[in-house]
């Protein structure tokens, strides 16, 4: 039974185009969390709620925001995509933010 | 200096061999350390929780020195389907990934 989901698996969008990426979860974990990562590198991570507390990582551009409205969504918005913003986005939960995270399939992003 | 390094690989083992690598860590006050698989374009999988004491799953055993700051995994009678990389993972008040390391075991 699939307990991170992410939809969809592959998103094609243009330059500049706005895109929304989807995660929901069955595991009724109170963080959720977006990694960003590339080819051969660790995931890096975007940001992440602990429950409706958003915490966002000092690096991460204005460009990602994210939305959770409620414990089983959270959505990654990416409001002017460029070329570099390219790559595998993973979402995952925890119980805790001290505990093991569980990963969704993962949604891979083109930008043309 | 990044906060958690691996040894990128590729470890190219034959069928039945034993493979270990190292990871290790800046932070000293880091409190949990995982090992996750991941196979070429797939999510990370939890492959086990790493405990002070050092724990063993099946063919996999996970070590931690904290006196080193280094965590290591070694992989016995390596199979074919134990071709992935290998991210060390390492929580101080978030998790933090390694790049990865690479193994391939080969028939």
């Known amino acids: 039974d699939a307990m991170v989901i992410q939809n969809p698996r592959y998103q094609v969008t243009q330059f500049g185009k706005p895109v929304t990426l989807s995660c929901s979860q069955t595991?009724?974990?109170?963080?959720m969390y977006w990694y960003q990562q590339k080819s051969s590198q660790a995931p890096k991570l975007l940001f992440h709620?602990?429950?409706?507390?958003?915490?966002n990582e000092a690096d991460t551009p204005d460009n990602f925001q994210s939305r959770r409205p409620n414990t089983s969504f959270c959505f990654l918005d990416i409001r002017s995509p460029g070329l570099g913003d390219a790559a595998m986005y993973l979402c995952?939960?925890?119980?805790?933010?001290?505990?093991?995270?569980?990963f969704g399939p993962g949604t891979r992003l083109t930008v043309t | 200096r990044k906060e958690v390094e691996q040894d990128p690989g590729p470890f190219n083992v034959p069928e039945g061999a034993t493979v270990a690598f190292n990871c290790t860590y800046s932070?000293?006050?880091?409190?949990?350390f995982f090992w996750y698989r991941q196979d070429c374009r797939k999510e990370p999988k939890l492959l086990m929780s790493?405990?002070?004491s050092g724990n063993e799953d099946g063919r996999f055993t996970a070590q931690l020195n904290r006196a080193s700051q280094y965590i290591s995994l070694l992989i016995r009678d390596s199979k074919l389907s134990d071709s992935a990389t290998y991210l060390c993972?390492?929580?101080?008040?978030?998790?933090?990934f390694g790049a990865g390391t690479t193994v391939t075991v080969r028939a």
């Open positions: 790493v405990y002070s």
């Open positions: 595991l009724n974990h109170n963080v």
């Open positions: 995952a939960t925890s119980g805790g933010t001290a505990y093991e995270q569980y």
């Open positions: 709620y602990y429950d409706k507390d958003f915490n």
């Open positions: 932070n000293s006050a880091s409190q949990s």
């Open positions: 993972v390492v929580n101080d008040y978030k998790l933090s």
